[in-house]
């Protein structure tokens, strides 16, 4: 996937003009996009237009001009960008009662393990790469950013809508699974050529 650059963004003038047309469109673009794992888990499978989108939204709620903090900017989420056969998500821990946000958010500590999250086509599992420091040994982030690294068998697999796909997560505290619908399956397979 092409990293964002300064000629794809909008001036601000242009993209608050045309800011509610693409908000409409990225709301039904995340809406394909969003899955939830449970009742506390939702990632949203990031792509080109996503990340654009939040470059826009950051510029203009921040209110950065100089090309200098832009290129920063767009530093920042190109990273999130999947690379060659990955996918890339935003994992939220979504945690609504605000008695027990703290107790709840602690019972996550280590979904950043290896082994923890995944996605299976078939017999075929990809684990979750978590972006380092969102969280240690005292303090966990509610937000975090993943990585799975596809392979052949995989994304073959994955063409087959005869073959079931879920999200699944296996963590001390936390158990779900979730089955992967055909409309997100064609947006992975998507970013996956």
């Known amino acids: 996937m092409n990293n964002v650059t300064q000629q794809d963004l909008l ?8 800011r509610s047309s693409i908000r ?7 809406k ?20 654009l989108y939040q470059i826009q939204e950051m510029l203009r709620t921040e209110r950065i001009f100089d090309n200098e903090k832009v290129q920063d900017e767009i530093d920042v989420y190109n990273a999130l960008l999947p690379k060659a056969e990955e996918l890339s998500a ?3 821990i979504e945690i609504t009662d605000s008695e027990r946000i703290q107790e709840l958010l602690d019972s996550f500590q280590e979904i950043d393990r290896s082994d923890t999250l995944s996605i299976r086509v078939g017999d075929q599992a990809i684990y979750a790469e ?5 969280s240690n040994e005292d303090k966990i982030s509610a937000v975090h950013f993943i990585r799975f690294q596809t392979n052949s068998t995989f994304r073959q697999l994955l063409r087959n809508s005869d073959v ?9 505290h936390y158990q779900a699974e979730v089955i992967v619908s055909q409309e997100m399956r064609d947006e992975w397979l998507k970013d996956l050529k």
């Open 90 to 92: 935003t994992l939220f």
């Open 24 to 30: 409409q469109q990225i709301i039904a673009l995340k």
């Open 32 to 51: 394909r996009r969003r899955v939830a794992i449970g009742d506390l888990v939702t990632l949203i499978f990031e792509n080109r237009d996503t990340i």
């Open 11 to 18: 001036s601000h003038a242009d993209y608050e003009q045309q």
């Open 130 to 134: 978590f972006e380092a420091g969102h």
């Open 164 to 172: 079931p796909a879920s999200l699944n997560i296996t963590h001390p």
